[in-house]
T-cell receptor, first 113, second 106 residues
């Protein structure tokens, strides 16, 4: 069964450093999403991406965050200058269209020290 | 008040029991999702609903748009069903409930 692949599975970074989280969505999917889940809290929407541009973003997705689809397969989330409070599990998801179910990646656990 | 409320927060059942998890929401939506989060953290999409009822194996999801309420039912529960079940509603973005932690004991 096709799956969404996220790398790395765990990343530790120093506060103030830039990190790039990588995702390979399912090949025929057109909509891409990033979510985060701070330990012990609920999942939060960050951003959705379609047709090479951001379609929606939440209040969390400020100027420190950016997304990119640099080639036909990867979908990346960049955090420019990480803060301690960015420590969380980050999930990528993709879907064929808005009316279809999502497929989630297994997540990247980001730890900012 | 949270836009998406789930109940119960925690649920313990014996193997074989019929389980119901509820979700109420306060915003207009175009779709509602039920997700399963495994102990390791991975998330699986179970259902996406905009009306009526869907069934997949032992899982049934229903939604009442007028009442802004959805239920997830598990028939003949099994220990492998132990997970956190999350309700999420979609309009222009996705809003998540806090999840229901289900433990099914053998």
């Amino acid at each position: 069964e096709p799956e969404v692949t996220q790398t790395p599975s765990h990343q530790v970074t120093q506060m103030g450093q830039e990190v790039i989280l990588r995702c390979v969505p399912i090949s025929n999917h057109l909509y891409f999403y990033w979510y985060r889940q701070i330990l012990g809290q609920k999942v939060e929407f960050l951003v959705s991406f379609y047709n090479n541009e951001i379609s929606e973003k939440s209040e969390i997705f400020d100027d420190q965050f950016s997304v990119e689809r640099p080639d036909g397969s990867n979908f990346t989330l960049k955090i420019r200058s990480t803060k301690l409070e960015d420590s969380a599990m980050y999930f990528c998801a993709s879907s064929v269209d808005r009316a279809s179910g999502y497929t989630f990646g297994s997540g990247t656990r980001l730890t900012v020290v | 008040k949270n836009e998406v409320e789930q109940s119960p927060q925690n649920l313990t059942a014996q193997e074989g029991e019929f389980i119901t998890i509820n979700c109420s929401y306060s915003v207009g939506i175009s779709a509602l999702h039920w997700l399963q989060q495994h102990p390791g953290g991975g998330i699986v999409s179970l259902f996406m609903l905009s009306s009526g009822k869907k069934k997949h194996g032992r899982l049934i999801a229903t939604i009442n748009i007028q009442e802004k309420h959805s239920s997830l039912h598990i028939t003949a529960s099994h220990p492998r069903d132990s997970a956190v079940y999350i309700c999420a509603v979609y309009n222009n973005d996705m809003r998540f409930g806090a999840g229901t932690r289900l433990t099914v004991k053998p």
